[in-house]
């Protein structure tokens, strides 16, 4: 079954200390992204990835890095959350190019963190 | 750039009525177009698509949406809102190439019995 798998769902952190949300597709997608979204403001993308160490700002990194070392994993490393990053995350994959007839893209179930 | 404006941020409805939630967005090229929804504690699932050809899309749920790009409009209907169908919905622009998907803020439904 194509997916997209985000680890954990739910995480309570205190301030400052390092966390990383874990996320993987199993659909050999080239482009992966994080949002964020937050009341109001709908999702934002935080960086994007368009193949194996290819990555990219999106609208809102500041506090977050992410890696792309294998094709199938994008994780989202916080070194320092505070509580501004309290969110629900969004993990998402696609292809780079597709052609409009097959075009498809992917959310993971989403990662609610909450920072104290 | 690219961009979604949803205006409407809470819309109210009685079950059985009919239903319009209105998106404009901002594209530079034909755009490829989404809506989402998103019910309470969950994650996004997809309604429908649009990315070319006939202007009116049919979608999951009975969902409808038309394409007019002269009023840059993508605006989502459904004919007779169910209790279900209370959620929040999201319109999206983009998303191809090195390009983000774009979301509007959203638009909360609720229905009255």
């Known amino acids: 079954e194509a997916q997209v798998t985000q680890n954990p769902r739910y995480l309570i952190t205190v301030t400052g200390k390092k966390l990383t949300v874990t996320c993987s597709q199993n659909m050999n997608h080239e482009y992966m992204s994080w949002y964020r979204q937050d009341p109001g403001l709908g999702l934002r993308q935080i960086y994007y990835?368009?193949?194996?160490?290819?990555?990219d700002k999106g609208d809102v990194p500041e506090g977050y890095k992410v890696s792309r070392k294998e094709k199938r994993n994008f994780p989202l490393i916080l070194e320092s959350p505070s509580p501004n990053q309290t969110s629900l995350y969004f993990c998402a994959s696609r292809k780079l190019q597709a052609p409009r007839s097959s075009y498809e893209q992917y959310f993971g179930p989403g990662t609610r963190l909450t920072v104290t | 750039a690219q961009s979604v404006t949803q205006p409407d941020i809470h819309i109210t409805v009685s079950e059985g009525a009919s239903l319009e939630l209105r998106c404009n967005y901002s594209y530079g090229a034909t755009p490829y177009l989404f809506w989402y929804v998103q019910s309470p504690g969950q994650g996004l699932q997809l309604l429908l698509k649009?990315?070319?050809?006939?202007?009116l899309v049919q979608g999951i749920k009975g969902f409808e949406a038309e394409f007019k790009r002269s009023q840059s409009s993508f605006n989502l209907r459904k004919p007779s809102v169910h209790w279900s169908d209370a959620a929040e919905y999201f319109c999206a622009v983009g998303g191809t190439g090195r390009r983000a998907l774009t979301f509007g803020s959203g638009t909360r439904l609720q229905v009255q019995p």
């Open positions: 990835s368009m193949n194996v160490e290819v990555t």
């Open positions: 649009y990315f070319s050809g006939d202007t």
